[in-house]
């Protein structure tokens, strides 16, 4: 009886390890996805990075027939964030909508706080909105050769408000002054609210943020738009000239989306990610998004989101070196 008692516990017990093994295998066999999405957001709510990406999300959500849950991790300039989906696990489930930062914390931050290239894969570009350089209402200089002449003239007398040091504003504007032969004086906020409200205010007379957060001030006449920092004319700001139109050919500055996920994630569910955020960028829902922030979707595939990642990492690399720009 003790021996048929002692056979049988085997078993079960047996049985019941094998069951154990076998459930991660079953999960893993399981169709993507098969549970919520996460896409992590390195800014707080509210802002242009977090819509695109709850635009999108809400896309996604309906083609894979799962929710797709925003959570925003702000600090460190994004890089709470960035590290947190490095260190996810790499399935699928928890992506980050990246942007700019991606490429320019590698050079700001010392020593490097993550290798974008080889910790993270590139599932997507998303879109881009463009920077623009905008002024209070009642400044002189109404076009950007008229800003040049007057930088000219009184080469750092002209003060330019941005988000932060290392920002895309910030770097798009240092970029835009050895273009120019102009010396300019930085003056960084926390934000680009902040940066906002005192040039309307007159204690700063330019500032350099994304199209988005200037749109409700151009519109109420307190911001004027010298120019827009990208090939083709805004859809929110049709009648102020680009920077290519402003004497300045090729030049662009532009604050770019796009989805990563952790480096291990598996090459069929990078593809399967790839192609569903395609199909979201041809909706009217999301374009017509994407136009109400001030910006354009921009197809295309994996191989080129990484290119721009690289390319942009080596642009800001040099850029930080010549500038000595400190993060804050």
């Known amino acids: 009886m003790f021996n048929s008692f002692n056979r049988t ?3 079960l017990l047996a049985g019941l390890a094998a069951l154990t093994l076998a459930c991660p295998l079953w999960a893993q066999s399981q169709p993507f996805p098969s549970k919520p999405v996460k896409v992590v957001v390195g800014y707080s709510a509210g802002g242009a ?43 699928g489930y928890t992506l980050l909508m990246a942007a700019n ?28 909105v463009p920077v623009v350089i905008a002024a209070n209402a009642s400044a002189s200089y109404a076009s950007i050769a008229s800003l040049i002449a007057s930088a000219k003239a009184k080469p750092g007398g002209i003060a330019f408000a941005t988000p932060g040091n290392g920002s895309t504003p910030h770097m798009a504007v240092e970029l835009f002054e050895r273009a120019a032969g102009i010396t300019l004086q930085h003056v960084p906020y926390r934000g680009g609210a902040q940066a906002i409200t005192d040039v309307i205010g007159g204690q700063v007379p330019l500032v350099a943020v994304n199209a988005l957060e200037v749109q409700p001030h151009v519109k109420s006449g307190k911001l004027k738009v010298l120019a827009v920092l990208s090939t083709n004319r805004s859809a929110i700001f049709p009648d102020a000239p680009t920077i290519a139109e402003s004497g300045f050919p090729g030049f662009e500055a532009s604050v770019w989306y796009g989805l990563v996920a ?19 960028l041809q909706t009217k829902e999301v374009r017509e998004r994407m136009t109400q ?18 390319s942009e990492r080596q642009r800001y690399e040099k850029l930080v070196r010549e500038a000595n720009i400190k993060p804050d």
């Not at 799962?66 to 460190?76: F, H, S, T, W, Y």
């Not at 952790?262 to 199909?279: G, I, R, S």
């Not at 922030?293 to 690289?310: D, K, N, Q, R, T």
């Open 9 to 11: 516990s085997s078993r």
């Open 101 to 128: 930062a991606l490429a320019a914390n590698m050079a700001l931050y010392q020593p490097a706080p993550f290798d974008a290239e080889r910790d993270l894969v590139a599932v997507s570009l998303v879109g881009r």
């Open 293 to 310: 922030v001030g910006g354009e979707v921009l197809p295309g595939s994996s191989e080129m989101f990484s290119a721009l990642i690289h």
């Open 49 to 91: 990075v977090d819509a695109v990406a709850r635009t999108i999300g809400q896309a996604l959500s309906s083609s894979l027939g799962q929710p797709v849950i925003v959570e925003n991790k702000p600090g460190a300039g994004t890089n709470i964030a960035v590290k947190s989906v490095i260190d996810a696990a790499p399935d």
């Open 262 to 280: 952790p480096a291990a994630t598996p090459k069929a569910t990078v593809a399967k990610l790839h192609a569903e955020v395609q199909k979201a």
